[in-house]
Every structure is written in structure tokens, then in C-alpha cells.
């Protein structure tokens, strides 16, 4: 049965112009959202793109009832469900992520955001340093020299100019336009961890930018103006052990579409340290260290030394052991064995909240770690097993390689939960 969706035709055709085994690369990645209306509002490296989701919600036939994400990120399965008409569930544990999908999800005026904008316009043209408020800005990353004085200078300016909008929608639509230029004008560049630009890199004029991220956003706004949406809820939580997500929730959901973090050593918390700095969420260098810790463990940065190595399943107990003779940061094996044992409590909650007989279509990434390849799809699919899901397929749809050119790959698993499971 094919999904009755309500977007518009680039949202619904977003990967019309990818084509064989261009289309099956790119749609477990966020690539081809760079161009799609509503998904380019903020850039992101990790994650699927729309079109990904549009094809499981035509391929399971889901045209009503409710979308889940355990691993929400930038909302794209959020953007899709909405403007198909299907209400959703999204969860992830970075705060600001959570608001990037809210954001992405609301309902806008045009005529307001464009009163707003021009109000802004002629804001930043009287605009001189003295106006700068010098307190705006939580001191965490003070002394990292992360932004020019230009640039930091303009960010305070916009960012107080922004929390004076009264009608907490509209402010959003702006927090939203300059929290996706902040790495742009900054010194940094995501590839894919955040790191110094080199000298010869020049970063772009903050208001330019700031107003030109403004009229893309703006454009997208008036083509969708008139859809029908599906209700969507936010929840600032963690699948490993939920505390939000009440009993009402079980055995409710219609299909799980979602992208776990990959084992492959990436801190994704540090990847929107300047976001979450500038909009209040780290007060200081410990809250940083404090979300790490809620994710799960798959970067080597945020791994807990007194988690051990320790796991519960006798393959990743064998991996674990043979990193641990040829390991180059003893970290690894106790990333390796804690990122098992965090999925599968993560597993266990997916199963608890999908409908019996239901699907959970999941995107994985497999690893390399010195001289071990980790399957990690194969391995994420015997814990589901034993967790009471039967696993349909796996479907290999990107080939990629280590950074010692060591095969990898990238798959979709599909899990179904068992009938009255």
C-alpha cells in the first residue's frame, strides 16, 4: 500500500534527481536534505535524509496513527511524519536538538516573520558595538577564541535582538536561523568532528549570513503555507532508561524509524558545543560533560573508564578482548563493550513502546577499531533477537571504508516486533 503523503513536491520527490545506486548512498545520509525545504533550516552530519523516510513510510504503508524516533537528531523523521499528516513521537537526550525538531515542526505566518524581519533589518543596519550587551553570552568557552571579535560582537547583538520577539513561535523561527550559522562564522567547520578551520579558510559576515539564512528559511515558510500537518511532541529524554516517556506510551507506536549513534569514536554532543553554549544550555564546561554522559557510549571522549569492559553477550565479549591487546587508547574496549549493553536496553524499551506485530526499520553503521572489524549491524540484530524482535532483513545500502581501508558498510535493519510480543 503506498503512503498518502501531503508534502510539497520537493520535500516528497527530495531525492527524485539521485537515481540507482546514487539513491541507495545517499539515503542514509543527510546529503540530500541540504537542498530540501524545511530540512536545510539546520546543517547536520549525522542522520538519513527525508526522502529515506518517506520511502519506509510508503514501503510499510503507514498513513496514519504514530511515528517514533528514539534517536531524534535534527528531526527529520519528525518533518516528513508532520507534513505527511502523521503524528510522532521524537526523543533524544541534547536539548538542543530537541529544540532544532520543534522548531522544524511548528506552524508559521509568513506576514509575522516578515514584520519581524524587517524590524531586524533596520536593527543591524544602526548597528555599532556600543549597543552590545557583554554579559549575554555564559563564559564556558570564553577563552577558546572559538569566534572572531566581529563575529562574537554581532552574535550577542542578534541574540539579544531575538530574545526580546515576544511571540515565542516566531521567536524560535529566529533562534533557529542564527543556531544554523554559528559554526559558518565561526573559526570552526564540522568535518565531521568540529575542528579549527585552517588559516587560509575565511569565515563569512555574521549579519549577511545571518539575513541570508533568513530568505531561504522565509521561502520555505510561504510553500508550505495551507498543508495540513500531523501533530508532532518533542521529549527531552533518553531511550536507555526513559523517565519521561510514561506507560501510555506502551505498545503504542505504528513504526520506529531511527539512527542510533554509530561506533565509530564521534562525540555528536561536541558537535553542537557552540549551539549549546550560545543559547544557555552549558552553563559551564561540566554540563557539557554531564549530557556526554547520557548518550550512548559511542565516542571515545565520553567513554567512563569505571564502566569496565565487562559485556553481556559472548561475541562482543570475544571483540572486546582482542581489542584490548592491540588497543592505541585503552578507552576503546570499554566504549566497544558499554555501546552493547547501552543498545540493548535501548532495544528493550524500542519493543516496549512499538505495536505488536510492528516494525522498527533502523540505520547502523559497522566499525574498525585497530586490527578488529566490529559488525555491528550483525550484532545489534542477535540482540534484538534475543530480545523478542525477528529480524526481516539486513540490508546492505552503503559501502564505505576505514580510515586504514578496511571495507565498512552501512545497513537498514528490519525489525519486527512479534505479534502479541
Known amino acids: 500500500m503506498r503512503h498518502s503523503a501531503t ?55 503507514v498513513s496514519s496513527g504514530m511515528v517514533f524516533d528514539p534517536f531524534g537528531g535534527c528531526g527529520t523523521t519528525a518533518v516528513v511524519a508532520s507534513l505527511s499528516g502523521i503524528e510522532s513521537v521524537i526523543i533524544d537526550v541534547n536539548p538542543f536538538m530537541c529544540f532544532v525538531t520543534r522548531a522544524k515542526t511548528q506552524r508559521y505566518k509568513i506576514s509575522s516573520l516578515k514584520q519581524v524581519k524587517a524590524r531586524l533589518k533596520r536593527k543591524i543596519n544602526s548597528y555599532t558595538r556600543a549597543q552590545t550587551p557583554k554579559d549575554n553570552l555564559s563564559p564556558v568557552f570564553e577563552d577558546k577564541n572559538y569566534f572572531s571579535n566581529d563575529a562574537i560582537y554581532k552574535i550577542r547583538f542578534l541574540k539579544q535582538c531575538i530574545g526580546r520577539i515576544r511571540n515565542i513561535s516566531t521567536c524560535d523561527f529566529f533562534k533557529l536561523a542564527l543556531a544554523s550559522i554559528l559554526v559558518k562564522v565561526s573559526k570552526l567547520k564540522r568535518a565531521p568532528d568540529l575542528k579549527y578551520k585552517r588559516d587560509n579558510e575565511n569565515s563569512p559576515e555574521v549579519f549577511k549570513t545571518f539575513l541570508q539564512k533568513l530568505e531561504q528559511m522565509q521561502q520555505d515558510v510561504v510553500e508550505l503555507e495551507g498543508y495540513s500537518t500531523g501533530a508532532t511532541a518533542v521529549i527531552c529524554d533518553n531511550i536507555i532508561a526513559p523517565s519521561k516517556l510514561t506507560p501510555q506510551y506502551d505498545n503504542s507506536f505504528d513504526i520506529v524509524i531511527t539512527s542510533p549513534p554509530y561506533l565509530n569514536g564521534t562525540n555528536y554532543c561536541r558537535n553542537t558545543k557552540l549551539e549549546l553554549w550560545v543559547f544557555d544550555y552549558l552553563r559551564s564546561s561540566k554540563d557539557l560533560s554531564e549530557l556526554r554522559k547520557q548518550n550512548v557510549t559511542a565516542g571515545i571522549n565520553s567513554t567512563q573508564m569505571g564502566n569496565g569492559t565487562k559485556s553481556r553477550f559472548p561475541k562482543v565479549q570475544k571483540l572486546v578482548a582482542r581489542i584490548s591487546e592491540n588497543a592505541y587508547d585503552r578507552r576503546i574496549p570499554v566504549m566497544v563493550a558499554a555501546y552493547f549493553n547501552e543498545m540493548e536496553s535501548a532495544l528493550k524499551n524500542i519493543y516496549r513502546f512499538l505495536k505488536s506485530g510492528h516494525y522498527c526499520v533502523l540505520v547502523i553503521g559497522d566499525s574498525f577499531f585497530g586490527d578488529t572489524h566490529i559488525p555491528t549491524d550483525v550484532i545489534l540484530g542477535s540482540i534484538s533477537e534475543r530480545i523478542g524482535f525477528r529480524m526481516e532483513d539486513n540490508r546492505i545500502v552503503r559501502v564505505r571504508k576505514s580510515r586504514g581501508g578496511f571495507p565498512l558498510h552501512e545497513s537498514i535493519l528490519i525489525l519486527q516486533k512479534k505479534k502479541n510480543g
Open 7 to 61: 508534502l510539497t513536491e520537493d520535500i516528497l520527490e527530495s531525492n527524485a534527481q539521485i537515481t540507482g545506486a546514487q539513491k541507495e548512498y545517499l539515503g542514509v545520509t543527510f546529503q540530500p536534505n541540504k537542498n530540501i525545504g524545511i530540512h536545510r533550516w539546520y546543517p547536520y552530519v549525522e542522520g538519513f535524509s527525508g526522502g529515506f523516510v518517506s520511502n519506509v513510510l510508503n514501503e510499510f504503508g
